[in-house]
């Protein structure tokens, strides 16, 4: 089974900051990873499929890159509506999601 | 506007059976293949069960498989999650989420999730 590895597992930033999340594979992935935004008791909400690929909707402040095994997602500069929790996810027909990095002030 | 409006959650004993269902509009249901996803209180999200737009082909976690069955009725856009000998940590709330990508996808390209419903919680205990 291919293991997802998520890094930090908390973030402490500030508005404006650039804001850097590592997803890591155990072994390669190809392209497919998606990226998605958690609010508290909301579903999550998809940001960044094929790696880089963003989805009709989210701010381009948002941004996703890499292949193989190492993959980020970055925030240009922190809003305050982007206070959550990120997952990455490895689709396929068997997905698996990293444990989550949690963006805090 | 797309949406999945999940229903059936509740509370029930361990050993007991639960059938949850996924109501889908705004899209066209029988195009696009769906998953079941859920997320245990605190805790992160854990990819349940996936069925084929068509639902030809059904795919299951090994937490869940030979306990959970995932079946469509594409004529009431509904799609179901058939949940027995529960326990105790299959407490979650529990999404069903629709796979991207233009419709009637064979490959990995569209197996992320571009809409999800807003859950419905499940919780085993005695």
């Known amino acids: 089974d291919i293991q997802m590895t998520q890094s930090p597992p908390t973030l402490s930033a500030s508005a404006g900051d650039r804001v850097t999340i590592t997803c890591r594979a155990s072994q390669s992935i190809s392209s497919w990873l998606a990226w998605y935004q958690q609010k508290p008791g909301k579903a999550p909400k998809l940001l960044i499929y094929k790696a880089s690929s963003l989805e009709s909707g989210v701010p381009s402040r948002f941004s996703g890159s890499g292949s193989g095994t190492e993959f980020t997602l970055t925030i240009s500069s922190l809003q305050p509506d982007d206070f959550a929790t990120y997952y990455c996810q490895h689709y396929n027909i068997f997905s698996t999601f990293g444990q989550g990095t949690k963006v805090e002030i | 506007q797309v949406q999945l409006v999940e229903s059936g959650g509740g509370v029930v004993q361990p050993g007991g059976s639960l059938r949850l269902f996924c109501a889908a509009s705004g899209f066209t249901f029988s195009n696009y293949g769906i998953h079941w996803v859920r997320q245990a209180p605190g805790k992160g999200l854990e990819w349940v069960a996936f069925?084929?737009?068509?639902?030809?082909?059904?795919y299951y976690a090994d937490s869940v498989k030979g306990r959970f069955t995932i079946s469509r009725d594409n004529s009431k856009n509904t799609l179901y999650l058939q949940m027995n000998s529960l326990r105790a940590e299959d407490t979650a709330v529990y999404y069903c989420?629709?796979?991207?990508?233009?419709?009637?996808?064979?490959?990995?390209?569209?197996?992320?999730?571009?809409?999800w419903g807003q859950g419905t919680l499940v919780t085993v205990s005695s």
């Open positions: 069925i084929r737009y068509d639902g030809s082909n059904k």
């Open positions: 989420a629709k796979e991207g990508g233009p419709g009637y996808c064979s490959s990995t390209s569209c197996r992320y999730f571009d809409y």
